[in-house]
């Protein structure tokens, strides 16, 4: 059933599990989770998580990555690959024995990066953006904003951390890191099917075809499809951020991933978030004011028979917000609540059922040669 959870939140404290359930939601996700194991993480950890959640009723639907250094070297290629993945199988089974269904992960060894976090947004909110001049100058690296969950920022919404680059002097090639990534599947993926888990790839934001030397992969809807081969396992699926493919070519991209890999149940769960702009040169953007109709993708999600859970992500920081972004992560949520409960009745009717679109058929939206994004 399609619902909405609350999110990208590191600790289960009283506040953001009361959040959740003030807002009327039935699960949450969490981002990174301070949990003890600098190699891997642990059952009795895990399972004191889930019952934490359970305990202000609410399920724990996924965990969405796991630190950097547990796999570092696999995502560059680098002896001790080996070791980080048997304890990522290690992890993988105990996320699974503590009954946690999903856990989402990306490939991006030098993170997600911005060039800006500025009262841009709307009424002077604060978003970020990415500019790829600013991020290919070298007299300008330590303005580079680098999304280190690593090294949390305490009161600070997304951990964007200046100049804090993951990985510096290293030239590492696409094709490389293609073969690192197949190396990495070939090593997780029995693992995940073993334990009946799904991994869920999150793409590369932004979707440019480097970063300070080494190549990106999950750029395009044709890479991901590229990755979905390489793992061939219905463990295999996308943590669908939404905001990064219409990084990669607004609502076409967007419509042409929902498209392709709706049907084959690989779409796990998504980031309903969105920017103005490309991968170039883009700004986040509260949702209904960037690249796509959240009503119309929303529509299509249920029309490819998605359901999953979606949520909010990197929304603008609003007047007098909180570290976490209440303010924003309620309006967030509170605008995708209302889509859902007005497709669900009265007049939408077919829509809900069809994934057809409000404002003209959707199979003209999309063309072959505009839908593909930036590759």
């Given at each position: 059933m399609l619902r909405i959870a609350a999110g990208q939140a590191a600790r289960p404290t009283e506040e953001y599990l009361?959040?959740?359930?003030?807002?009327?939601?039935?699960?949450?996700?969490?981002?990174?989770?301070?949990l003890p194991g600098n190699k891997r993480w642990e059952v009795a950890d895990l399972v004191a998580l889930r019952e934490r959640c359970e305990s202000f009723g609410l399920r724990l639907e996924a965990i969405e990555n796991i630190p950097v250094e547990f796999y570092l070297n696999s995502m560059l290629g680098r002896p001790g690959r080996d070791e980080e993945i048997e304890h990522v199988r290690a992890t993988i089974a105990n996320i699974a024995s503590a009954e946690i269904p999903v856990l989402g992960y990306?490939?991006?060894?030098?993170?997600?990066?911005?060039t800006?976090?500025?009262?841009?947004?709307?009424g002077g909110a604060v978003v970020s953006g990415f500019d790829a001049k600013v991020a290919a100058d070298p007299a300008r690296r330590d303005e580079v904003l680098v999304a280190r969950r690593d090294l949390r920022v305490e009161n600070a919404k997304d951990s964007w951390t200046a100049g804090s680059?993951?990985?510096?002097?290293?030239?590492?090639?696409?094709?490389?890191?293609?073969?690192?990534?197949?190396?990495?599947?070939?090593?997780?993926?029995?693992?995940?099917?073993?334990a009946g888990i799904r991994?869920?790839?999150?793409?590369?934001?932004?979707p440019v075809p480097e970063l300070d030397g080494v190549g990106r992969l999950f750029r395009s809807v044709d890479?991901?499809?590229?990755?979905?081969?390489?793992?061939?396992?219905p463990a295999w699926g996308l943590e669908?951020?939404?905001?990064?493919?219409?990084?990669?070519?607004?609502?076409?991209?967007?419509?042409?991933?929902?498209?392709?890999?709706?049907?084959?149940?690989?779409?796990?769960?998504?980031h309903l978030r969105d920017v103005r702009g490309y991968?170039?040169?883009?700004?986040?953007?509260?949702?209904?004011?960037?690249?796509?109709?959240?009503?119309?993708?929303?529509?299509?999600?249920?029309?490819?028979g998605f359901d999953g859970f979606l949520l909010d992500d990197h929304t603008p920081l609003l007047v007098n917000d909180s570290p976490y972004g209440h303010r924003g992560r309620a309006h967030a949520i509170g605008y995708m609540q209302g889509i859902i409960d007005a497709l669900s009745r009265g007049g939408s009717e077919d829509a809900v059922a069809h994934g057809t679109e409000r404002r003209g058929d959707a199979s003209t939206a999309v063309s072959p040669a505009s839908a593909t994004g930036a590759s």
């Open positions: 009361r959040f959740a359930a003030q807002l009327g939601l039935t699960s949450v996700q969490f981002n990174t989770p301070d990306c490939f991006m060894p030098q993170s997600v990066w911005r800006s976090l500025t009262p841009a947004g709307r680059h993951i990985v510096s002097d290293l030239r590492i090639s696409e094709e490389e890191m293609w073969d690192n990534y197949a190396y990495f599947m070939a090593g997780i993926i029995p693992a995940a099917e073993e991994l869920a790839l999150h793409p590369d934001d932004p890479a991901l499809r590229r990755a979905s081969k390489i793992a061939s396992s669908l951020c939404l905001g990064t493919v219409s990084e990669m070519g607004g609502e076409a991209a967007v419509f042409e991933a929902i498209d392709f890999f709706g049907p084959r149940n690989e779409i796990v769960y998504v991968g170039d040169s883009f700004v986040e953007c509260f949702l209904g004011e960037g690249n796509y109709d959240p009503v119309r993708v929303i529509e299509r999600l249920i029309g490819v």
